[in-house]
């Protein structure tokens, strides 16, 4: 599949060519050649609040200031009336500081953490939960042409994926057009580092689509009903309990997304054919480090 060159239109695209962001590596092929090629790379982020330590993420290392506003805010820890005074990184530490107006103490969230199945990160799963109380996402209609052109866009944009496989990708768009395009060996940082930017920039997430290339989880459908987006699409599969929460807060979910395919488990009503599926170029491959999933 052919990749596309032209990033233009995307406010933040992959920058698969970083130096920092992957290591040549040696070794040998299934017939015993020798082989080079290159593979990402992984360091530790210490996310502060004001003085309190909260966790140490493993992370490619972009982003980090994002990453960190958005797993606090992900986690409930900084709410929508907090001010924001500061966030500070420091490449040498690797750390990042998010300081507020006023100080806060998080020990009691934090002797409820909870390892999920997600990459990387254990979160604050019940504080999450707590925080979907009275979430209700706008009824937004989506269209399959706009689904089918995002897919076809993204698995062709040039990406850490592309180049050294071993890492995920979540994509904040709207309508036909991706915006902004994050990776990370976690698909839950990838998510974070969005919902950062969101938050640093003052983005609406009434009219977005959220596009990832992780499973449909719990705490997947969670984060993208608690950062206010009302789709979240993947070429991956769904879990049970993110079926379920996805239909209890009017989240319109959908996998399996290939070529002429997908399903959609919650948001059916939402959707608008407006495209013959057989009109859409198919995908056949199975499997294969080709695309975004």
């Known amino acids: ?3 596309i ?29 020798k082989i080079d090629l290159n593979v990402v790379e992984e360091r530790p982020l210490t996310i502060f609040l004001n003085s309190q330590e909260i966790v140490t993420a493993m992370t490619i290392g972009d982003y980090p200031e994002y990453l960190a506003l958005g797993f606090l805010r992900n986690q409930g820890m900084l709410r ?8 500070d990184y420091d490449d040498e530490l690797d750390t990042v500081v998010v300081r507020t107006d006023t100080q806060t103490t998080y020990e009691e969230k934090l002797k409820k953490k909870t390892r999920t199945s997600g990459c990387a990160v254990g979160t604050v799963f019940g504080d999450m939960m707590e925080g979907l109380a009275g979430v209700t996402l706008p009824a937004m209609p989506v269209k399959t042409s706009d689904l089918y052109a995002l897919a ?42 969005i919902a950062g930017w969101m938050l640093s920039e003052g983005v609406d997430a ?13 705490e997947m459908v969670i984060k993208t009903a608690l950062m206010g987006i009302p789709v979240l699409a993947s070429r991956s599969g769904f879990t049970a309990w993110g079926v379920e929460i996805a ?17 959609c488990l ?8 407006d495209v013959d599926p057989s009109t859409v170029a198919d995908d056949p491959r199975k499997s294969g480090r080709k695309g975004i999933g």
Do not use: W
């Open 247 to 263: 239909q209890q807060v009017g989240l319109t979910l959908i996998g399996r997304m290939k070529g002429q395919r997908f399903v």
């Open 1 to 3: 599949m052919a990749r």
């Open 206 to 218: 009434a009219d977005k689509t959220l596009y990832t290339t992780g499973r449909l989880t719990s």
């Open 80 to 87: 929508t009336d907090d001010v924001i005074t500061g966030v």
């Open 152 to 193: 076809a866009r993204i698995n062709r944009t040039p990406s850490l994926y592309l180049e050294a496989g071993a890492i995920h990708g979540t994509v904040l768009c709207q309508g036909a057009r991706p915006l902004v395009y994050m990776e990370d060996v976690g698909r839950h940082n990838a998510v974070d580092k």
């Open 5 to 33: 060159d032209d990033i233009s239109d995307y406010l933040i695209a992959p920058d698969p060519d970083a130096p920092r962001l992957t290591r040549a590596v040696t070794g040998t092929d299934q017939n015993g050649q």
């Open 266 to 273: 919650a948001g059916e009503e939402r959707l608008v054919r």
